[in-house]
């Protein structure tokens, strides 16, 4: 029989992977593998489900450390007296380790699985929070500019174990719910939970580990030594537990259904992958027992269930090293990335420098005579709206695009226009819910930028609001559009190689906003008494222009989308259902 014309979904076993009994058997063409055939969850599988999922929220709901830096951001400026550039050179060290290893780690865990990612963000977590600590530490007992090269090193483990920890959650839910009908709220649940994180943690670290310094803005600081200690024993519990808890259920049924969709479309060739080592057939459709005449087989001699696991292996290695160049190759996957990239840049930039750019809303005379009254407010409330509607947001536009959303009936790559579709009587494409909140994100940072807030702290948490409902809707939808278009089974790798973008929008808009910060400094000559220096600037001039950029940079970016949606060769074009 010839391998060129015969699918391998539908050949008869080959002899590689049976034992001495094999010459004894007749038409082994009816005993096909059952194990990729979709059959009704027994308990135990039920349980497996929801032991991930409870442990995929749990992770999401700790990880999120990192964006409540703006909470602690001011102290490093009173206590060790940072400048801006330093400052946010912690926090660029924290978003380029939290980002630039995300494709290598997504390859990793679709490979391995996400419990060893787990595992490796608690390596990563403990080591960067307890660095930090005692690095802050001795920059306390006098030699803070001693100390900021390893508190970059360690904030470099903190970004990388933010990664880990999130890409293992997300990665459990893409490809253990993301096959159903509702793949946007299996996906919307833990990226919302990463977002919770950051709000109920700056609550933890303003109520449980304040100093109070009068004069300081919001009449406190954070004890940095001790909140950080607590992190760090808290994150390597959260990850023992995820390297105990975080499994992919029926994974191979997922990769065999993944192989038949890509070989009906052809990119797929079987025999390559028989050429290239990959032996074992046999994935027909008989309906009997399979599970039982499998077990009778292999008790037999007939089956080697070594050989199998091994060959299953290369099968799924060849299918995800297929659709990793399938993705490279779409010119749309880098239209869609970039428009990523100029998007979540400008969102990073604002949550990491909240802090510092609410201390410029008020005149320094008056923020340390605590004349601020009833207008002033603090980090640790707005870090606490960003992540309240970024979660609200994230839930409410995963379960308005699973309602409204058209969606393929497959839960694998799309390939072309004859892509069965559930049919709607109205439909919405998650394209337009992006467009929507990137709007509303930047509507957020003009208003920062036209000096609406300058003075009036009270009104500033409609910005902190607008920006995090579009940070947390965009940071919602680009995996779940990922998953729609280019599938789960890949997933980690393909939204890993997405997610190295704000790594690099991040830097540079934190960069962009320190230059206009430290130049406003420098004309004003700023020098408060609580803080003994010359780092210090109030105004709009400290922040209007770099906001007014941030805020072109997310219109720029829905142009790069509507150009991959809409534009030739886009998804539309090639009847893609987004």
């Not at 080697?304 to 290369?314: A, G, I, L, T």
């Not at 420098?522 to 906001?547: I, K, M, P, T, W």
Request: glycine share 12%; aromatic share 10%.
């Amino acid at each position: 029989m010839s391998s060129t014309t015969t699918p391998l979904l539908h050949r008869i076993p080959s002899t590689s992977t049976l034992g001495p009994a094999s010459s004894d058997t007749t038409s082994l063409r009816s005993l096909p593998s059952s194990r990729y055939r979709r059959r009704p969850r027994p308990t135990a599988t039920r349980r497996a489900l929801l032991l991930s999922f409870l442990s995929s929220l749990l992770s999401s709901l700790s990880a999120g450390s990192i964006t409540i830096f703006s909470l602690y951001a001011p102290t490093f400026q009173s206590t060790l007296h940072y400048s801006q550039y330093r400052i946010n050179g912690l926090a660029s060290a924290a978003s380029i380790a939290m980002y630039m290893p995300v494709s290598l780690l997504g390859y990793y865990c679709d490979r391995v699985g996400p419990a060893p990612l787990s595992l490796l963000s608690a390596v990563f977590f403990g080591l960067g929070y307890a660095g930090a600590a005692l690095f802050f530490y001795w920059g306390q007992q006098g030699d803070p500019e001693g100390v900021y090269w390893g508190l970059v090193g360690s904030f470099v483990g903190i970004g990388v174990g933010t990664c880990s920890m999130y890409l293992s959650a997300v990665a459990t839910c893409a490809k253990n719910f993301g096959r159903g009908r509702h793949r946007g709220l299996a996906l919307a649940v833990p990226i919302a939970a990463f977002g919770l994180s950051g709000m109920w943690l700056s609550q933890v670290g303003d109520r449980l580990f304040s100093l109070d310094t009068p004069g300081d803005l919001g009449g406190k600081k954070v004890d940095v030594v001790r909140f950080f200690g607590f992190l760090a024993i808290l994150l390597v519990i959260v990850g023992v537990v995820g390297a105990v808890g975080l499994r992919i259920v029926d994974e191979q049924e997922l990769i065999e259904e993944a192989v038949e969709e890509l070989e009906r479309s052809g990119i797929l060739d079987g025999s390559r992958m028989l050429g290239n080592g990959v032996t074992r057939e046999g994935y027909g459709g008989v309906d009997v027992d399979e599970e039982r005449e499998e077990e009778d087989m292999i008790g037999a001699g007939i089956l080697d269930p070594r050989k199998e696991q091994e060959e299953d292996k290369k099968i799924k290695t060849w299918v995800l090293n297929a659709e990793t160049r399938r993705f490279l190759t779409d010119h749309t996957m880098w239209l869609f990335a970039f428009g990523f990239f100029f998007m979540i840049g400008p969102g990073e930039a604002f949550i990491n420098n909240m802090g510092t750019v609410i201390k410029t809303l008020y005149d320094p005379e008056l923020r340390v005579g605590g004349g601020a009254g009833e207008h002033e407010t603090s980090a640790a409330t707005h870090v606490s709206i960003v992540g309240i509607t970024s979660t609200i947001v994230r839930l409410l536009t995963g379960t308005l695009t699973d309602l409204l959303a058209p969606s393929p009936q497959a839960g694998h790559v799309q390939i072309a226009s004859s892509t069965e579709l559930e049919r709607k009587r109205f439909s919405v494409s998650r394209v337009v819910f992006l467009l929507f909140f990137a709007v509303m994100l930047s509507l957020g940072l003009a208003g920062l930028a036209a000096g609406w807030v300058q003075g009036h702290g009270e009104r500033f948490w409609v910005i902190s609001g607008l920006v995090g409902a579009g940070y947390g809707a965009v940071f919602s939808l680009t995996p779940i559009i990922i998953t729609v278009i280019w599938g789960v089974e890949n997933f980690a790798t393909n939204w890993g190689i997405v997610a190295m973008f704000p790594a690099l929008g991040a830097t540079m808009w934190g960069l962009v906003y320190s230059a206009v910060y430290q130049e406003g400094a420098r004309r004003q000559s700023v020098v408060g008494e609580e803080d003994g220096g010359d780092n210090l600037c109030y105004g709009v001039e400290c922040y209007a222009s770099a906001f007014w950029a941030m805020a072109g940079s997310v219109w720029v970016a829905c142009g790069l989308v509507l150009w991959a949606w809409k534009g030739r060769g886009g998804w539309s074009q090639r009847g893609v259902v987004v």
